[in-house]
């Protein structure tokens, strides 16, 4: 008699927030902000690693232009893979892209970590308040 077992492995993802720190809607230059997506993996992989790709969705704007809100006010920033804020970071479609990695064959507890770039363009007309948007990350492998 022959027994097998398959142990999946065991992932998470975690992420920090980009943080624009305060916008001055006189100022001529834009406003940029950091967060991290981190993805790690336990022990035990095999063979090349795992390989996976990260999707932003468009938030409650679209690929071309996010946007943050406060109440029914609107300030347009996005999301991006590189510092020179030229790749959008979406699902693949209306010109954004996805991010895609691999996870080697750790011996101890191993990980990504990717920086989200992120620009709030100058001199948007708002009006003061706190301005969110909440992006869903999908991670596919």
Same mark, same amino acid.
């Given at each position: 008699m022959a027994a097998a077992l398959h142990a999946a492995p065991s992932c998470t993802i975690s992420s920090t927030a980009v943080n624009f720190g305060n916008y001055n809607p006189l100022n001529v230059a834009s406003v940029t902000g950091t967060g991290t997506l981190s993805f790690q993996c336990q022990p035990g992989i !095999?063979?090349?690693?795992?390989?996976? $790709?990260?999707?932003?969705? %468009?938030?409650?704007? $679209?690929?071309?232009? /996010? #946007? +943050? $809100?406060?109440?029914?006010?609107?300030?347009?920033?996005? +999301?991006? #893979?590189? %510092? !020179?804020?030229? $790749?959008?970071?979406?699902?693949?479609?209306?010109?954004?892209? &996805?991010?895609? #990695? &691999?996870?080697? /064959?750790? /011996?101890?507890r191993a990980g990504v970590t990717n920086t989200v770039y992120g620009n709030i363009p100058a001199q948007q007309d708002v009006i003061p308040g706190s301005y969110t948007d909440t992006i869903t990350v999908t991670v596919t492998f």
């Open positions: !095999t063979g090349g690693g795992i390989s996976y $790709t990260i999707s932003l969705s %468009s938030g409650s704007g $679209t690929y071309v232009q /996010r #946007t +943050l $809100t406060s109440g029914g006010n609107v300030l347009n920033y996005n +999301l991006y #893979t590189d %510092s !020179t804020l030229t $790749t959008v970071w979406g699902d693949g479609s209306s010109g954004s892209t &996805t991010v895609s #990695t &691999t996870v080697s /064959r750790p /011996r101890a």
